[in-house]
């Protein structure tokens, strides 16, 4: 199990979860909002998160691919979706349905 440390507008969450999950999905498990409007495929970038501590793990071509494309990112910028946890994280969640207005976007595949 790792730990993570979840920052949002509305202050932050500790909790564990199991190595080898997707991060956007250990998020919302753990009650907090986040946005994943493509579904967990590293389309759309609206599952964001600001690695603030940790190892969030290489970043495979998919997301490096997409998050190129988008301008004015931090290096520290990687999509939840495609985070596997593997070690204690502490991030920031930068889009949620809550303040966005917006429905969450389909839940992710667990794989």
Not at 4 to 28: C, D, N, R
Not at 99 to 109: E, S
């Amino acid at each position: 199990m790792a730990t993570i440390t979840a920052e949002t507008a509305s202050g932050a969450q500790t909790f564990e979860a199991p190595e080898g999950k997707k991060l956007v999905l250990a998020i919302e498990d753990a009650g907090i909002d986040i946005l994943h409007r493509c579904g967990g495929n590293a389309r759309c970038t609206t599952c964001r998160v600001e690695v603030v501590d940790g190892d969030p793990g290489e970043m495979g071509e998919l997301e490096r691919n997409r998050l190129a494309v988008e301008a004015g990112l931090a290096e520290n910028v990687r999509l939840s979706c495609q985070i596997h946890v593997k070690d204690n994280l502490h991030v920031t969640v930068v889009n949620q349905a809550s303040v966005r207005g917006m429905d969450a976007g389909p839940r992710p595949l667990d794989e």
